[in-house]
T-cell receptor, first 115, second 112 residues
Framework: ETGVTQTPRHLVMGMTNKKSLKCEQHLGHNAMYWYKQSAKKPLELMFVYNFKEQTENNSVPSRFSPECPNSSHLFLHLHTLQPEDSALYLC??????????????FGQGTRLTVV | EDQVTQSPEALRLQEGESSSLNCSYTVSGLRGLFWYRQDPGKGPEFLFTLYSAGEEKEKERLKATLTKKESFLHITAPKPEDSATYLCAVRSLSTGANNLFFGTGTRLTVIP
């Protein structure tokens, strides 16, 4: 496989459930990201991992918990979500260099519905 | 505070009718302006990166240009398969090296 792969593509979960989103990149990049895309709103950065270390957390509620076991894999653990958390969750990766960072490449996203 | 504004919000074109999409930005220290294409229910697909005013890039029917205040995505003789939402994003000193600050996009529909 090539590029950035996300699973599952669709997820419906109850507010008391615990689930995880998975992302894998095959591009040799050293940075990975979680973005949230809600209807009529710009993409919002949630988490950034550089070289497996979390470098940014944009005030995301603790019911979202990221995990980055290595530079190719990224997870987003979900628990006790709210209906307003329903959105398209996008994973991306890029290469962070000394002088310039590459563009971000995105996966196909996980469409999450919280009921 | 960084701002990215895309216009129009939606655009309908007849097949073959050329037009331009606009991305106006206000950032402190631009470190790159990015164009993406997004089809419904899918992730954004990278199109172009522009780094400095005067730079231009082309790919098939698309051409992206950059000034100090805005970027244009010119679509020449569009086809129905060009229908998608086109997203503009910036990376700046404010956003940091890892963040892309996105606009809300222009939804393009090309009618056969």
């Amino acid at each position: 496989e090539t590029g950035v792969t996300q699973t599952p593509r669709h997820l419906v979960m109850g507010m008391t459930n615990k689930k995880s989103l998975k992302c894998e990149q095959h591009l040799g990049h050293n940075a990975m990201y979680w973005y949230k895309q809600s209807a009529k709103k710009p993409l919002e950065l949630m988490f950034v991992y550089n070289f497996k270390e979390q470098t940014e957390n944009n005030s995301v509620p603790s019911r979202f918990s990221p995990e980055c076991p290595n530079s190719s894999h990224l997870f987003l653990h979900l628990h006790t979500l709210q209906p307003e958390d329903s959105a398209l969750y996008l994973c991306a990766s890029s290469h962070v260099g000394e002088t310039r960072n590459t563009e971000a490449f995105f996966g196909q996203g996980t469409r999450l519905t919280v009921v | 505070e960084d701002q990215v504004t895309q216009s129009p919000e939606a655009l309908r074109l007849q097949e073959g009718e050329s037009s331009s999409l606009n991305c106006s930005y206000t950032v402190s220290g631009l470190r790159g302006l990015f164009w993406y294409r997004q089809d419904p229910g899918k992730g954004p697909e990278f199109l172009f990166t522009l780094y400095s005013a005067g730079e231009e890039k082309e790919k098939e029917r698309l051409k992206a240009t950059l000034t100090k205040k805005e970027s244009f995505l010119h679509i020449t003789a569009p086809k129905p398969e060009d229908s998608a939402t086109y997203l503009c994003a910036v990376r700046s000193l404010s956003t940091g090296a890892n963040n892309l600050f996105f606009g809300t996009g222009t939804r393009l529909t090309v009618i056969p």
